[in-house]
């Protein structure tokens, strides 16, 4: 069942928002808020995969995937990836596809969705509160 968002479509997606962790990329991407995009991503607990076309100009990925109108990317870093790179352009990581290495370039315009690990959420700390009798 898919989670909604608490916040109009055009406002920004925070990491608090119910949808964000399935939502935020999609959201941004129909929107093309590219920079929005990597702050979502960046503010992530971790990036697990991105949903991507593989025939977007400047997209780098394997040969044999051209023909798919879109591919999942699972992106964890340290699951297959040893590092994930993100800028201004897109995101940029070495992936296993058959059993081979292959260096991936994916630019945000090729981005239409993903699923993002939100942040851990700061627990409240209760103070301790002084009883008893006071002489």
């Not at 977007?56 to 023909?67: H, K, R, V």
């Amino acid at each position: 069942m898919p989670t909604t968002h608490d916040h109009p479509a055009d406002a920004p997606c925070p990491a608090t928002c119910p949808g964000w962790s399935e939502g935020a990329l999609e959201l941004l991407a129909l929107q093309r808020r590219t920079a929005e995009m990597l702050e979502a991503c960046r503010s992530a607990a971790r990036v697990e995969c991105v949903i991507a076309a593989p025939a977007t100009p400047g997209a780098e990925l394997p040969e044999f995937l051209q023909d798919e109108p879109l591919v999942r990317l699972n992106l964890v870093v340290g699951r297959d990836t040893p590092e994930l790179m993100m800028d201004e352009w897109g995101l940029r990581c070495t992936l296993t596809f058959r059993g081979r290495r292959h260096d991936c370039a994916v630019p945000w315009s090729a981005v239409v969705g993903g699923i993002l690990v939100a942040p851990p959420r700061p627990r409240r700390r209760f103070g301790v509160i002084e009883g008893g009798k006071k002489d």
